[in-house]
């Protein structure tokens, strides 16, 4: 689904990313860890259009992807959340979910002008997949409430229903859980889940190293912007040079 070779990226002349290779299987659950700075989110940015590599290759569905700007990437079929909350608060909790079919809106003015029968029509389909959303996240009583007032694992659990309702072809996920207790961690937990079983493709970065080694189904540590390891759950946890750069520490972070 995705491969990435050999990319790198410079901030002022420091590496942030070296010389990253690895792939993400279609249907399976992939997950991205290392310590805190190892380049995680850089590589989700650099993947999502929001930077360009220094160099390298990222290839979606053999399509190379690296270069072109993040709206173009996203209408290819690759949908993110973000490590630090992206809503619209003054918008509604619906609203804030149909943000995420904006692709597939259309894009004719004159046609939204004129309010032909067949965009009225989309805009009720569209819609009806909003509140399909809605319900699969247990957001329905809360569809017209302003998203900004909302608990903040009530705000990630919105940002996770607005990057599955485009029914994309890989999701991205920066740190799903991150401030979420326990419960709300297993809820979220069951919804990728359910994402894995329905045949998504899913990159997962994140803090929660009990929660990675139970769902993933590979995992690739970073470690000062270099990969460091790539393999199952269980082939991780005994590579000595992730031992050593990361889950041998007393925290539990990555």
């Not at 993040?70 to 509604?92: D, E, M």
């Not at 609203?95 to 004719?108: D, M, P, R, V």
Request: net charge neutral; glycine share 8%; aromatic share 4%.
């Amino acid at each position: 689904m995705l491969q990435l070779n050999r990319v790198s990226k410079n901030f002022g002349g420091l590496p942030a990313l070296s010389d990253v290779s690895f792939a993400v299987p279609k249907g399976q659950l992939t997950a991205l860890i290392g310590p805190n700075g190892a380049g995680k989110s850089t590589m989700i940015n650099c993947m999502t259009g929001v930077l360009t590599p220094s160099s390298g290759e990222i290839e979606f569905q053999q399509q190379p992807i690296a270069h072109l700007p993040a709206f173009k990437i996203s209408r290819l079929g690759i949908s993110r959340t973000f490590q630090n909350l992206k809503i619209f608060p003054r918008l509604t909790v619906l609203e804030n979910i149909l943000t995420g079919l904006t692709c597939e809106g259309g894009e004719s003015m004159v046609m939204a002008m004129l309010r032909l029968p067949y965009l009225r029509h989309r805009e009720r389909q569209l819609k009806l997949r909003a509140l399909e959303a809605l319900d699969r996240f247990g957001l329905t009583d809360k569809a017209d409430w302003p998203a900004g007032v909302l608990a903040y694992g009530d705000k990630k659990r919105v940002e996770l229903a607005r990057a599955t309702v485009g029914r994309p072809k890989l999701i991205l996920l920066d740190e799903p859980v991150a401030g979420l207790n326990g419960e709300e961690t297993e809820a979220v937990a069951e919804q990728l889940r359910l994402l894995r079983s329905a045949g998504h493709t899913m990159l997962l970065v994140e803090h929660d190293m009990a929660l990675v080694m139970e769902i993933a189904d590979q995992v690739v540590v970073l470690d000062s912007g270099k990969c460091i390891a790539t393999g199952t759950p269980d082939e991780v946890c005994r590579n000595p040079l992730v031992l050593e750069a990361y889950l041998g520490r007393s925290d539990a972070t990555a």
